[in-house]
C-alpha cells in the first residue's frame, strides 16, 4: 500500500445518513483455527458490538495437560517456566542448529523462542502437524514465519508490553553514552591511555532528537529524552496520534522534516516491508550534517553498506546500534568494527525485570493457545472453516479493503463507524478484516480475527458498528471516519467497489493502482488529465465521474495500471480544477 498524500478532506461533502434502525445478530459459535486445538467463539444474541470477543481464562484445570511436550529455544526467566511447568513437559535446549531444531519439534506441541531462533516454513513442515503453538518473548515477530504457522494451522503469540520500558533505557542508555564517548573513552584507559582532550563529548541538554516510530518503545524514549535530558522531541510516525504525542510536549512531524532538523535520531519502528532499509543513502543526505543515529529496533530498517559510507564521509557523525541485519554480524563487519560505531549484542529487552515480565507474559499466552482459548496476544492469521469462507469471503476482502482505503485517505483514521446493511450479519470476522486494514500496514502484527479487537484497543483506535434492514446477507459497508468523510462498499459480481466516497456515488473496482481526487465539474477535465497520464505512459483502466449536480464538484476514480510517478501525480494535482488528489494502492 502507499500513498503520497495521505489527508483527504471531503468533510463538506460528507451528507451520508444511516437509519439508527439496528438488527440483533444470531447467536452463534464458530470454530477459526484449524489443527488439533480448535478454538471457539460465541456470539451471544445482541452483545457483539460492545464487547471484546476474547476470552483470557485463567483456569488452572491440568486435565489435558498429560501430554503437552513445551520446547524452550532460547533462555527464559524462571518465572515463566514454573507457569509452563504446570501445564506441561519443558525441555530448555538452547543454541539449536536449523537441523536440530526440525529434528526435534515434531515431539513438541509448543515452541518458545526470542529473537534468534528462526522459525522457518521448514520447523512447521517438520512438525507434522503436531506443534500447535509458537511463543514469542518479546516484541518483534520477524523471526516466524507467520504465513507458514498459518498454513499448519499454528498460533503464534507474543509478549509486546513486558520489554517496552527495558528497550526504551536501553535507547537511553547509548544516546547519552554516545554523547560523551562512554565506551571509547572506558576502552581507551583499559588500554592504560589517558585522554581527555580525545573523548570531549557533546551536550544533550536543547538539542533535538527525533523519535522514529511512536509507538510503545518510542513513546518512553521520547517522555525520558525531554523530561530527563532536556532535549525537544519531535517524532514521526505516520500512524500516531498528534494528540498522544502533544500531551507529553512532543510534535510529530513529517520523515524529511523528523531527519533534517535532528541531531540525535533514534529508531522505534518495526521492521516490515515499508520500513526495511528505510534508512539509506538518500535519507542520510537529508540528515543535519554529524546527526548521530541510536537503533534498537531492528537492524533491517538500515541500509549497513550506506551507514558505513555515511560515517566515514561525516554525514553522520556517530551510530549507536543494538540491533543488525544478521545476528550475530559477521566478525569482520565493518559497521560493528567502525571507530564512529559503538554496539550492544541485541540487548534491548535484556533487563531482569523485562525477561521475568516476557517470560509470564508469553508462558500464559503458550499456555491459554494450548488449552484452545482464544488469546489476546495472538499475531497470525486464523484459518477459517470453509462455510464461512464461502459465505463472506467476497465481503471479508471488501471489508480490508475499506479499511486500507479509510487509512490512506484519513492518516488518522482513529473513529470508524461502521454500518452494515444487511439481512444477518455476525460481523465479527468483517470487523476484523477492517481493523486488518486500517492498521496492519503500519503495526508489527498481523492482525486477525482473535487480536483485531485487542489491537485497536491499544492504538486508539475506536470502531463502532450499526446494523441496518437489509435485503441480501450484506448489501453495502459504509465507514465513517473520524467525522470527516465516509465511503461505502459493495460486493459486485463477485468483486470488491468502492461505491459511495461522501456524497458521490462512484463505482470503483478496489484493485490494483487508483487516483482519486475532487474536481470541478467542468469540460475538457478527463481530455487534460488523459492526456498527462499518457504523456507519462501510464494506461487507464477506467475512470468513474461521480457529482450531485452540473458545474458544482465531482469526484473523480481513475484505476491505472502503471503506479504513477510523483511527477506525474503533482502534475494533474496542480491543474487548477483539482482538489485533494490522493494516490491508492490496493
Ligand atoms: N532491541 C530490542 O531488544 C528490542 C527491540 N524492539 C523493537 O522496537 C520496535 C518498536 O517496538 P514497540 O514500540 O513495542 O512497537 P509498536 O508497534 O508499539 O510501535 C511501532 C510504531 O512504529 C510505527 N511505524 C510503522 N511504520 C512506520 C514508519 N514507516 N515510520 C515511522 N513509524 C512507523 C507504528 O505506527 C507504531 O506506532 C520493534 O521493531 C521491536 O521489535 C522492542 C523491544 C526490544
Ligand atoms: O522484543 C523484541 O522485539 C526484542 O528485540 C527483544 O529480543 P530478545 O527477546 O531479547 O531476543
Same mark, same amino acid.
Given at each position: 500500500?502507499?500513498?503520497?498524500?495521505?489527508?483527504?478532506?471531503?468533510?463538506?461533502y460528507?451528507?451520508?445518513?444511516?437509519?439508527?434502525?439496528?438488527?440483533?445478530?444470531?447467536?452463534?459459535?464458530? #470454530?477459526?483455527?484449524?489443527?488439533?486445538?480448535?478454538?471457539?467463539?460465541?456470539?451471544?444474541?445482541?452483545?457483539?458490538?460492545?464487547?471484546?470477543?476474547?476470552?483470557?481464562?485463567?483456569?488452572?484445570?491440568?486435565?489435558?495437560?498429560?501430554?503437552?511436550?513445551?520446547?524452550?529455544?532460547?533462555?527464559?526467566?524462571?518465572?515463566?517456566?514454573?507457569?509452563?511447568?504446570e501445564?506441561?513437559?519443558? !525441555?530448555?535446549?538452547?543454541?539449536?542448529?536449523?537441523?536440530?531444531?526440525?529434528?526435534?519439534?515434531?515431539?513438541?506441541?509448543?515452541?518458545?523462542?526470542?529473537?534468534?531462533?528462526?522459525?522457518?516454513?521448514?520447523?512447521?513442515?517438520?512438525?507434522?502437524?503436531?506443534?500447535?503453538?509458537?511463543?514469542?518473548?518479546?516484541?518483534?515477530?520477524?523471526?516466524?514465519?507467520?504465513?507458514?504457522?498459518?498454513e499448519?494451522?499454528?498460533?503464534?503469540?507474543?509478549?509486546?508490553?513486558?520489554?517496552?520500558?527495558?528497550?526504551?533505557?536501553?535507547?537511553i542508555?547509548h544516546? +547519552?553514552?554516545?554523547?560523551?564517548?562512554?565506551?571509547?573513552?572506558?576502552?581507551?584507559m583499559?588500554?592504560?591511555?589517558?585522554?581527555?582532550?580525545?573523548?570531549?563529548?557533546?551536550?544533550?541538554?536543547?538539542?533535538?532528537?527525533?523519535?522514529?516510530?511512536?509507538?510503545?518503545?518510542?513513546?518512553?524514549?521520547?517522555?525520558?529524552?525531554?523530561?530527563?535530558?532536556?532535549?525537544?522531541?519531535?517524532?514521526?510516525?505516520?500512524?500516531?496520534?498528534?494528540?498522544?504525542?502533544?500531551?507529553?510536549?512532543?510534535?510529530?512531524?513529517?520523515?524529511? !522534516?523528523?531527519?533534517?532538523?535532528?541531531?540525535?535520531?533514534?529508531?522505534?519502528m518495526?521492521?516490515?516491508?515499508?520500513?526495511?532499509?528505510?534508512?539509506?543513502?538518500t535519507?542520510?543526505?537529508?540528515?543535519?550534517?554529524?546527526?548521530?543515529?541510536?537503533?534498537?529496533?531492528?537492524?533491517?530498517?538500515?541500509?549497513?553498506?550506506?551507514?558505513?559510507?555515511?560515517?566515514?564521509?561525516?554525514?553522520?557523525?556517530?551510530?549507536?546500534?543494538?540491533?543488525?541485519?544478521?545476528?550475530?554480524?559477521?566478525?569482520?563487519s565493518? %559497521?560493528?568494527?567502525?571507530?564512529?560505531?559503538?554496539?550492544?549484542?541485541?540487548?534491548?529487552?535484556?533487563?531482569?525485570?523485562?525477561?521475568?515480565?516476557?517470560?509470564?507474559?508469553?508462558?500464559?499466552?503458550?499456555?491459554?493457545?494450548?488449552?484452545?482459548?482464544?488469546?489476546?496476544?495472538?499475531?497470525?492469521?486464523?484459518?477459517?472453516?470453509?462455510?464461512?469462507?464461502?459465505?463472506?469471503?467476497?465481503?471479508?476482502?471488501?471489508?480490508?479493503?475499506?479499511?486500507?482505503?479509510?487509512?490512506?485517505?484519513?492518516?488518522?483514521?482513529?473513529?470508524?463507524k461502521?454500518?452494515?446493511?444487511?439481512?444477518? %450479519?455476525?460481523?465479527?470476522?468483517?470487523?476484523?478484516?477492517?481493523?486488518?486494514?486500517?492498521?496492519?500496514?503500519?503495526?508489527?502484527?498481523?492482525?486477525?480475527?482473535?487480536?483485531?479487537?485487542?489491537?485497536?484497543?491499544?492504538?486508539?483506535?475506536?470502531?463502532?458498528?450499526?446494523?441496518?434492514?437489509?435485503?441480501?446477507?450484506?448489501?453495502?459497508?459504509? %465507514?465513517?471516519? #473520524?467525522?470527516?468523510i465516509?465511503?461505502?462498499?459493495?460486493?459486485?459480481?463477485?468483486?470488491?467497489?468502492?461505491?459511495?466516497?461522501?456524497?458521490?456515488?462512484?463505482?470503483?473496482?478496489?484493485?490494483?493502482?487508483?487516483?482519486?481526487?475532487?474536481q470541478?465539474?467542468?469540460?475538457?477535465?478527463?481530455?487534460?488529465?488523459?492526456?498527462?497520464?499518457?504523456?507519462?505512459?501510464?494506461?487507464?483502466?477506467?475512470?468513474?465521474?461521480?457529482?450531485?449536480?452540473?458545474?458544482?464538484?465531482?469526484?473523480?476514480?481513475?484505476?491505472?495500471?502503471?503506479?504513477?510517478?510523483?511527477? +506525474?501525480?503533482?502534475?494533474?494535482?496542480?491543474?487548477?480544477?483539482?482538489?485533494?488528489?490522493?494516490?491508492?494502492?490496493?
Open positions: 500500500m502507499a500513498c503520497t498524500k495521505a489527508t483527504f478532506t471531503f468533510s463538506q460528507c451528507s451520508d445518513r444511516c437509519s439508527s434502525s439496528r438488527r440483533r445478530r444470531r447467536a452463534s459459535a464458530v #470454530s477459526f483455527f484449524n489443527g488439533n486445538s480448535v478454538m471457539r467463539l460465541s456470539s451471544h444474541r445482541g452483545a457483539l458490538l460492545t464487547n471484546n470477543v476474547l476470552e483470557t481464562s485463567k483456569s488452572k484445570d491440568k486435565s489435558s495437560s498429560n501430554n503437552n511436550i513445551i520446547l524452550v529455544s532460547e533462555k527464559l526467566g524462571e518465572a515463566g517456566l514454573k507457569v509452563l511447568r501445564w506441561g513437559d519443558v !525441555e530448555c535446549a538452547y543454541d539449536l542448529s536449523p537441523e536440530e531444531l526440525c529434528s526435534k519439534i515434531s515431539c513438541c506441541d509448543a515452541l518458545i523462542v526470542r529473537s534468534a531462533t528462526k522459525v522457518t516454513r521448514e520447523v512447521f513442515q517438520a512438525s507434522k502437524g503436531r506443534l500447535k503453538v509458537v511463543g514469542r518473548a518479546g516484541v518483534g515477530i520477524d523471526n516466524v514465519d507467520l504465513q507458514a504457522a498459518t499448519f494451522g499454528c498460533i503464534v503469540v507474543n509478549a509486546p508490553t513486558s520489554n517496552t520500558v527495558a528497550a526504551a533505557e536501553l535507547a542508555a544516546l +547519552a553514552a554516545m554523547a560523551r564517548n562512554v565506551a571509547r573513552a572506558d576502552a581507551s583499559k588500554a592504560s591511555k589517558w585522554e581527555r582532550n580525545k573523548y570531549v563529548g557533546v551536550s544533550m541538554v536543547g538539542k533535538t532528537v527525533a523519535i522514529m516510530g511512536f509507538g510503545k518503545v518510542g513513546y518512553e524514549v521520547a517522555r525520558r529524552a525531554k523530561a530527563a535530558l532536556g532535549m525537544n522531541v519531535v517524532a514521526h510516525d505516520p500512524y500516531a496520534s498528534a494528540d498522544r504525542a502533544s500531551a507529553i510536549g512532543v510534535h510529530l512531524v513529517s520523515f524529511d !522534516e523528523a531527519i533534517s532538523n535532528a541531531d540525535f535520531i533514534s529508531l522505534h518495526p521492521l516490515i516491508p515499508s520500513t526495511h532499509k528505510i534508512f539509506n543513502h535519507s542520510f543526505a537529508k540528515m543535519k550534517r554529524g546527526a548521530r543515529i541510536i537503533n534498537v529496533a531492528r537492524g533491517g530498517v538500515i541500509d549497513e553498506d550506506d551507514l558505513v559510507r555515511a560515517l566515514d564521509d561525516g554525514t553522520v557523525a556517530e551510530a549507536a546500534l543494538d540491533v543488525f541485519t544478521e545476528e550475530p554480524p559477521a566478525k569482520d565493518k %559497521l560493528v568494527k567502525h571507530e564512529k560505531v559503538t554496539v550492544t549484542p541485541h540487548l534491548g529487552g535484556s533487563t531482569k525485570e523485562a525477561q521475568e515480565g516476557v517470560a509470564i507474559e508469553i508462558a500464559e499466552a503458550v499456555m491459554g493457545a494450548l488449552k484452545g482459548e482464544l488469546s489476546a496476544r495472538a499475531v497470525n492469521a486464523p484459518a477459517v472453516p470453509t462455510e464461512l469462507v464461502a459465505e463472506l469471503a467476497p465481503y471479508v476482502v471488501l471489508a480490508e479493503k475499506l479499511g486500507r482505503v479509510a487509512v490512506q485517505l484519513v492518516s488518522e483514521s482513529r473513529d470508524v461502521v454500518v452494515y446493511r444487511s439481512a444477518d %450479519l455476525d460481523t465479527r470476522l468483517l470487523r476484523a478484516m477492517i481493523i486488518k486494514g486500517l492498521i496492519e500496514p503500519t503495526s508489527n502484527s498481523a492482525i486477525n480475527l482473535v487480536n483485531a479487537d485487542f489491537i485497536a484497543k491499544e492504538k486508539g483506535v475506536r470502531i463502532s458498528e450499526e446494523i441496518i434492514a437489509g435485503v441480501e446477507l450484506i448489501d453495502s459497508i459504509q %465507514l465513517q471516519i #473520524s467525522n470527516v465516509s465511503i461505502e462498499g459493495k460486493v459486485k459480481y463477485g468483486s470488491p467497489h468502492l461505491t459511495r466516497v461522501g456524497s458521490f456515488d462512484v463505482d470503483v473496482s478496489l484493485e490494483g493502482n487508483l487516483i482519486l481526487y475532487r470541478v465539474d467542468q469540460p475538457g477535465m478527463i481530455g487534460r488529465v488523459g492526456t498527462i497520464l499518457g504523456q507519462h505512459n501510464i494506461n487507464v483502466s477506467f475512470m468513474s465521474l461521480g457529482r450531485t449536480c452540473r458545474r458544482k464538484m465531482a469526484i473523480v476514480a481513475i484505476g491505472v495500471d502503471e503506479e504513477p510517478s510523483k511527477e +506525474a501525480l503533482q502534475h494533474i494535482g496542480s491543474l487548477p480544477a483539482i482538489q485533494d488528489l490522493v494516490f491508492l494502492k490496493l
